[in-house]
């Protein structure tokens, strides 16, 4: 498994898409129509349900449906994969979060992270939001990892894992355009001048993005180009590449 660095995270977490459970769901899923069918109201959207997860304040069962305006909770060790649309999320244990409704319940406009974390697939479309306490990120088709710090006040970890994101932190803003994972914190308090400062790779798996851009219809950046570059949230698929991170790049 390619695996990242892990902070403050388990190897439980990040290899969740190995579990037999989750293998036989995502087969099942596929076997029913997968997202289509979903959208038409045929089945739930819910991929895996693993522990205590609540929707709008109450236990969320497997047989339910999420739809965009719904907010969830997940409580310790759990997790929880579904598909709204053409998104896919992994939500991890610990989360609290909201999906802001588009122009259908089959549409999120903004997905707004207040604590926990959040691995998601983005098929193309609209302009839509990723918010957190200290970042917002505008996204297209794309797929990400969000997680929010709970012992630094809130500071945000992002990863562009392929695709292009705008993103602004308190009057800090870049463009991040990556091929492998170009990572970024957005700070409570500035940092040598900057609220949006370079990261590494972490918590967050290849293995992971690729199940959630199938559940998505899509692929990413490095199986579209058959190879990966290296794993220092720099986001550039060439191995050899000597292109730094934007932010240390000089400001126009």
């Given amino acids: 498994m390619n695996r990242h660095s892990l902070l403050d995270r388990s190897d439980l977490e990040v290899s969740w898409h190995q579990r037999r459970s989750f293998l036989a769901a995502a087969a099942a899923w596929t076997a ?21 997860v609540q929707l709008n304040g109450r236990r969320l069962l497997a047989q339910q449906t999420i739809q965009s305006g719904d907010q969830l ?3 310790p060790n ?5 598909v709204v649309g053409n998104a896919a999320f992994q939500v991890r244990q610990n989360t609290q979060m909201a999906v802001e409704r588009g122009d259908s319940i089959n549409a999120i406009s903004i997905l707004r ?3 926990g974390a959040v691995a998601s697939a983005w098929g193309r479309g609209e302009r839509r939001l990723v918010v ?3 970042l917002t ?11 929010v710090s709970t012992k630094d006040r809130g500071r945000s970890y992002f990863c562009n894992c392929y695709g292009t994101v705008d993103l602004t932190a308190t009057g800090d803003s870049v463009t991040s355009q990556s091929e492998y994972h170009q990572s970024f914190w957005a700070e409570t308090e ?8 370079p990261a590494g790779a972490i918590n967050h798996t290849d293995e992971e993005m690729e199940v959630l851009a199938r559940l998505a219809g899509e692929r990413t950046a490095w199986q579209i180009n058959g190879r990966k570059g290296q794993r220092d949230g ?11 991170h934007p932010l240390q790049m000089p400001r126009r």
């Fill in 73 to 75: 909770s997940t409580g």
């Fill in 190 to 197: 500035p940092r040598n001048g900057r609220m949006l400062t």
């Fill in 137 to 147: 990120a505008g996204i297209r088709g794309t797929g990400v990892y969000t997680e």
């Fill in 132 to 134: 957190t306490p200290t």
């Fill in 32 to 52: 029913t129509g997968g997202f289509t069918a979903a959208q038409a109201q045929l089945r739930s959207n819910i991929v895996e349900l693993q522990g205590d």
């Fill in 234 to 244: 720099r986001g550039y698929i060439d191995m050899k590449s000597t292109e730094p």
């Fill in 113 to 115: 992270l207040f604590a």
């Fill in 78 to 82: 759990a997790t929880l994969v579904f």
